[in-house]
């Protein structure tokens, strides 16, 4: 099976611009959730989709979006973006929702100049 | 609130010794723990789990015990190899909830 895949790898963007991250699960995983890295911090839960549902939340202001199509694709947003969304963003993805371990893509690159 | 810690942001080990990662976690509701590794420009990789009714779960090289009273769970790698280098999280979830990360922990493996 074909592992997550997240595109871009790489994307530079300016304050202020709204950007949109893509997510392609493991075939038959059905739960995708977001996470971000930056130094220091660790990984930040972000949201957590299951069969096009939000199931779970972060502590992320609303700026931070996402959804999930019916093939089980997510896409997450970030609009007005600032210096400090500068991050690496990873997708991870699981057959269910709760209680096994996640499979996580190489992650998207985010610079906010 | 970081509910799963990592207090050492580094550790240096010889190889052929063994490394020891620790992490502690403040939610008692949590019954599940991983450990993921981490090499740079890469997504985090599974490593081992244990479920909370038990406090040992051991694959090849890596060992994990848990100490549910002292809410606390160590990884150990024996021997340590130069590429285990690489960071390493300890996340923990209850049921139906997220998995919470830690902050991670570097480690150096040196010949």
């Known amino acids: 099976k074909a592992g997550v895949t997240q595109t871009p790898r790489y994307l530079i963007k300016t304050r202020g611009q709204q950007v949109t991250l893509s997510c392609s699960p493991i075939?038959?995983?059905?739960?995708v959730s977001w996470y971000q890295q930056t130094p220091g911090q660790g990984l930040q839960f972000l949201f957590e989709y299951f069969s096009e549902t939000q199931r779970n939340k972060g502590n992320f202001p609303g700026r931070f979006s996402g959804r999930q199509f019916s093939n089980s694709r997510s896409e997450m947003n970030v609009s007005t973006l600032e210096l400090g969304d500068s991050a690496l963003y990873l997708c991870?993805?699981?057959?269910?929702?709760?209680?096994?371990?996640?499979?996580f893509g190489s992650g998207t690159q985010l610079s906010v100049l | 609130d970081q509910q799963v810690k990592q207090n050492s942001p580094s550790l240096s080990v010889q190889e052929g010794r063994i490394s020891i990662l620790n992490c502690d976690y403040t939610?008692?509701?949590?019954?599940?723990f991983l450990w993921y590794k981490k090499y740079p420009a890469e997504g985090p990789t599974f490593l081992i789990s244990i479920s909370s009714i038990k406090d040992k779960n051991e694959d090849g090289r890596f060992t994990v015990f848990l100490n549910k009273s002292a809410k606390h769970l160590s990884l150990h790698i024996v021997p340590s190899q130069p590429g285990d280098s690489a960071v390493y999280f300890c996340?923990?979830?209850?049921?139906?909830?997220?998995?919470?990360f830690g902050t991670g922990t570097r480690l150096q493996v040196f010949p």
């Open positions: 996340a923990a979830s209850g049921s139906a909830d997220k998995l919470i």
């Open positions: 939610n008692s509701m949590f019954d599940y």
């Open positions: 075939s038959g995983h059905r739960s």
């Open positions: 991870a993805s699981s057959e269910r929702a709760t209680n096994e371990k996640l499979f």
